[in-house]
């Protein structure tokens, strides 16, 4: 798989018609970063899985073996799921699909995986913090699966820069839109930005060499112009980020609340 990526990077290089340098996914730069990624991860694989067959491993060095290995697929498959997903919004053949949500719930679903993921022994000086606006059940049609897949996006890429100090997620209303955002307290504001702002994902990758961060904001980039919304960043403190988006929404017949009704909330996972 990884000489493929190379070959399809190297043939890239060759032919800007069919790899055009600008934001879409497919470019020299992000292809060979994805070869590299993808050599790492496998060879963190095989090298633990050498370990754990050694007779001198123990029970505590197995299990945190096969951490680190799980951890290593876990990054390939999101890594592909996201490039793929980016090449199919790049053909132009994706649509919203929208379905009636709760806003009170929202997020439970994905605050919930996102707990385990911090409470891993990896991440255990960071602390999750959502906020939630909503008291009331208003329901909004809403494309739910694509609004969690940039939320997944974006907390990835938050994790990836932050080591200490805190992730916060959290939603409101504004103007008759729902804005969401995720924020933190790490070193990654600039290179966000980058490539949040970027018309030339291969020259952005040559100042940023960070291929992850590329391809899981500019999925939630194309995303978010898809639902006809609007994503920005900020700084949050020195370098850290505040990654901003808002969505039109409209509220379901089968709710009568307004979605002014709330107060605000906050947690600390």
Same mark, same amino acid.
């Given at each position: 798989?990884?000489?493929?990526?190379?070959?399809?990077?190297?043939?890239?290089?060759?032919?800007?018609?069919?790899?055009?340098?600008?934001?879409?996914?497919?470019?020299?730069?992000?292809?060979?970063?994805?070869?590299?990624?993808?050599?790492?991860?496998?060879?963190?694989?095989?090298?633990?899985?050498?370990?754990?067959?050694?007779?001198?491993?123990?029970?505590?060095?197995?299990?945190?073996?096969?951490?680190?290995?799980?951890?290593?697929?876990?990054?390939?498959?999101?890594?592909?799921?996201?490039?793929?997903?980016?090449?199919?919004?790049?053909?132009?053949?994706?649509?919203?699909? #929208?379905?009636?949500?709760? #806003?009170?719930?929202?997020?439970?679903?994905?605050?919930?995986?996102?707990?385990?993921?911090?409470?891993?022994?990896?991440?255990?000086?960071?602390?999750?913090?959502?906020?939630?606006?909503?008291?009331?059940?208003?329901?909004?049609?809403?494309?739910?699966?694509?609004?969690?897949?940039?939320?997944?996006? #974006?907390?990835?890429?938050?994790?990836?820069?932050?080591?200490?100090?805190?992730?916060?997620?959290?939603?409101?209303?504004?103007?008759?839109?729902?804005?969401?955002?995720?924020?933190?307290?790490?070193?990654?504001?600039?290179?966000?930005?980058?490539?949040?702002?970027?018309?030339?994902?291969?020259?952005?990758?040559?100042?940023?060499?960070?291929?992850?961060?590329?391809?899981? #904001?500019?999925?939630?980039?194309?995303?978010?112009?898809?639902?006809?919304?609007?994503?920005?960043?900020?700084?949050?403190?020195?370098?850290?980020?505040?990654?901003?988006?808002?969505?039109?929404?409209?509220?379901?017949?089968?709710?009568?609340?307004?979605?002014?009704?709330?107060?605000?909330?906050?947690?600390?996972?």
């Amino acid at each position: 798989m990884a000489e493929l990526i190379k070959n399809i990077a190297v043939a890239g290089e060759n032919d800007r018609d069919i790899c055009p340098l600008n934001n879409a996914i497919i470019c020299p730069s992000v292809l060979a970063g994805m070869s590299h990624e993808v050599r790492t991860h496998m060879n963190a694989i095989v090298a633990f899985s050498y370990l754990m067959s050694k007779r001198t491993c123990n029970e505590d060095e197995k299990e945190q073996f096969t951490d680190q290995i799980l951890a290593s697929c876990e990054q390939l498959i999101g890594l592909f799921d996201n490039f793929i997903d980016s090449a199919i919004i790049d053909t132009g053949n994706s649509r919203a699909d #929208l379905k009636v949500c709760g #806003l009170n719930n929202l997020l439970d679903e994905v605050i919930s995986e996102f707990r385990e993921i911090i409470n891993k022994e990896s991440h255990k000086e960071l602390t999750l913090i959502t906020e939630s606006s909503f008291t009331e059940n208003t329901e909004v049609l809403m494309d739910s699966n694509r609004v969690f897949r940039v939320i997944r996006s #974006l907390f990835h890429n938050a994790l990836n820069n932050t080591k200490t100090g805190y992730i916060k997620i959290g939603y409101k209303t504004e103007d008759d839109k729902l804005l969401f955002y995720v924020l933190d307290s790490g070193q990654g504001y600039f290179k966000c930005k980058e490539f949040l702002s970027t018309e030339d994902l291969n020259d952005s990758l040559n100042t940023y060499n960070d291929t992850s961060s590329a391809i899981n #904001l500019t999925l939630a980039k194309k995303i978010i112009q898809i639902l006809g919304g609007s994503i920005w960043i900020e700084c949050n403190g020195l370098t850290g980020s505040g990654i901003y988006f808002s969505l039109p929404v409209r509220i379901a017949r089968s709710s009568d609340i307004s979605m002014n009704k709330y107060s605000n909330t906050m947690i600390a996972i």
